[in-house]
């Protein structure tokens, strides 16, 4: 009886022997490689911080959308823009298409490479590669002011005008997207403005 005891103790002493190996050899190994593989996981989550400032105030896809005292409605959409740290209200704009709807639904559409763009007052510098497009008319220029508070839109330097009755080369075209008038004009009075058209 007791030599039985005994063995019963001894089997239980290995058992709990082999259990706590077992359990330090397999199952604890195993917890701390999950924990370590947690650990790297956590490492990789953390979200990476560009310490670069050039870049940190580029903004994708940008739109802006604006309705004046007339009822026109302004939009202007941007590939990419720069906000200007020193100049709150200034961004500048990149691959630029802009429209402006008015009242009677008929469209002006301007786009160029490049744009500053004021958040105030919504007035736009259009730059490089500027074109603008209302009814039948084309415009293309090196430079378009487009002026909100005079309701006039300046385009400068290089300016071509066409439209299925004529083309004209100037250095300035003045266009009031109230009265719809147009102004073309040389910068010099000894030279004149270029039309080509028919009569």
Do not use: C, H, W
């Not at 917890?31 to 989550?45: A, G, H, P, V």
């Not at 580029?58 to 802006?64: A, G, K, V």
């Not at 691959?95 to 639904?105: G, M, N, R």
């Not at 469209?107 to 510098?125: E, G, H, P, R």
């Amino acid at each position: 009886m007791i030599s039985k005891n005994i063995i019963q103790y001894l089997l239980l002493i290995i058992l709990i022997i082999m259990s706590i190996f077992f359990y330090k050899e397999y199952i604890a190994s195993d917890e701390n490689l999950s924990q370590k593989q947690n650990k790297i996981q956590k490492n990789d989550e953390k979200p990476f911080v560009e310490e670069n400032n050039e870049t940190s105030n580029i903004i994708e896809n940008l739109s802006y959308v604006s309705k004046d005292l007339l009822g026109n409605t302004y939009i202007i959409k941007a590939q990419s823009a720069e906000v200007q740290e020193n100049k709150i209200d200034q961004v500048q704009l990149f691959k630029v298409l802009a429209k402006i709807i008015q009242q009677d639904d008929e469209i002006i559409y301007i786009n160029s490479n490049f744009a500053d763009y004021n958040k105030t007052n919504n007035n736009t510098v259009f730059k490089d590669n500027v074109n603008v497009k209302y009814g039948d008319q084309s415009i293309d220029a090196n430079i378009i002011n487009l002026n909100f508070s005079k309701n006039l839109i300046e385009i400068q330097e290089n300016v071509y005008f066409n439209n299925n009755n004529a083309k004209i080369r100037a250095d300035k075209i003045e266009l009031n997207f109230e009265s719809k008038k147009l102004k073309i004009s040389m910068d010099k009075q000894s030279e004149n403005v270029e039309i080509i058209g028919k009569y």
